[in-house]
């Protein structure tokens, strides 16, 4: 079963780095979103991940 296509939006800081917001779109879930970003790496302080739903 494929996974649907979704629209995900991250702000995230790396230690000693400016905010970054890139955006990721395609048949991913947060986990995918977290991985593809290396969110969890040590050197990313801090992070946010927004679903963007179309209106």
């Known amino acids: 079963?494929?996974?649907p296509y979704?629209?995900?939006k991250v702000t995230m800081k790396e230690v000693?780095?400016?905010?970054?917001?890139p955006?990721?779109?395609?048949?991913y879930?947060?986990?995918d979103v977290k991985?593809?970003?290396g969110l969890e790496e040590n050197d990313v302080e801090w992070y946010?991940?927004?679903e963007i739903k179309d209106e």
Request: no cysteine; net charge negative.
């Open 23 to 27: 955006e990721l779109h395609g048949p």
């Open 48 to 50: 946010s991940i927004e």
């Open 35 to 37: 991985d593809h970003f």
């Open 1 to 3: 079963m494929s996974k």
């Open 6 to 8: 979704r629209k995900w």
């Open 16 to 21: 000693g780095g400016e905010v970054l917001t």
């Open 29 to 31: 879930d947060l986990e």
